[in-house]
T-cell receptor, first 112, second 111 residues
Framework: EDQVTQSPEALRLQEGESSSLNCSYT??????LFWYRQDPGKGPEFLFT???AGEEKEKERLKATLTKKESFLHITAPKPEDSATYLC?????????????FGKGTKLSVKP | DAGVTQSPTHLIKTRGQQVTLRCSPK?????VSWYQQALGQGPQFIFQ???????QRGNFPDRFSGHQFPNYSSELNVNALLLGDSALYLC??????????FGPGTRLTVT
């Protein structure tokens, strides 16, 4: 059965304290690993897509990496405005590209 | 360039009633997917529409139905509302094979 698991569920950091979020996945034939940021009560905001092991993408303080079984979202020197829930997702096996399976997310809080 | 838009923003309904939610996709996108997100959970796929037809469906009952119009906009209908249908309903659009972009969502509360 396809599955996406994120850890930790919640993460509290001090401003400037770097850390990583984990997303492990079980699908037959990866067709993209997506990272989204979601602020409370709002829709997910697209961050990155990774397609193959070893691929890395960066945006400001965020860097996403991919292995054959998991993806990491590295946050370098975070700021309070990085506080949000970070979701990862991948298309379901046999499903269309639009049929995404999401993890439950990691709720990140960055204190000044 | 307008992103994905959804209406209404919030909605309160009573058990047993019916509701219609609306979505306009991002400019240039022809495929719309709907998701349900319960509090503290990741979004769950309801169904996807392409060329005015339901292309794929997740594990949701027939009470959930949809429609796509020639201009690619879409509606989600839920009949016989249950308390458990209370959630944030998200619409996402894409151009075939590319990343999905989500709208702000409609918060549905069933009392």
């Amino acid at each position: 059965e396809d599955q996406v698991t994120q850890s930790p569920e919640a993460l509290r950091l001090q401003e400037g304290e770097s850390s990583s979020l984990n997303c492990s996945y079980t699908v037959s034939g990866l067709r993209g690993l997506f990272w989204y940021r979601q602020d409370p009560g709002k829709g997910p905001e697209f961050l990155f897509t990774l397609y193959s092991a070893g691929e890395e993408k960066e945006k400001e303080r965020l860097k996403a990496t991919l292995t054959k079984k998991e993806s990491f979202l590295h946050i370098t020197a975070p700021k309070p405005e990085d506080s949000a829930t970070y979701l990862c997702a991948t298309p379901e096996t046999g499903g269309s590209q639009g049929n995404l399976i999401f993890g439950k997310g990691t709720k990140l809080s960055v204190k000044p | 360039d307008a992103g994905v838009t959804q209406s209404p923003t919030h909605l309160i309904k009573t058990r047993g009633q019916q509701v219609t939610l609306r979505c306009s996709p991002k400019s240039g996108h022809d495929t719309v997917s709907w998701y349900q997100q319960a509090l503290g959970q990741g979004p769950q796929f309801i169904f996807q529409y392409y060329e005015e037809e339901e292309r794929q469906r997740g594990n949701f009952p027939d009470r959930f139905s949809g429609h796509q119009f020639p201009n690619y906009s879409s509606e989600l209908n839920v009949n016989a509302l249950l308390l458990g249908d209370s959630a944030l309903y998200l619409c996402a659009s894409t151009q075939q094979g590319y990343e999905q972009y989500f709208g702000p969502g409609t918060r549905l509360t069933v009392t």
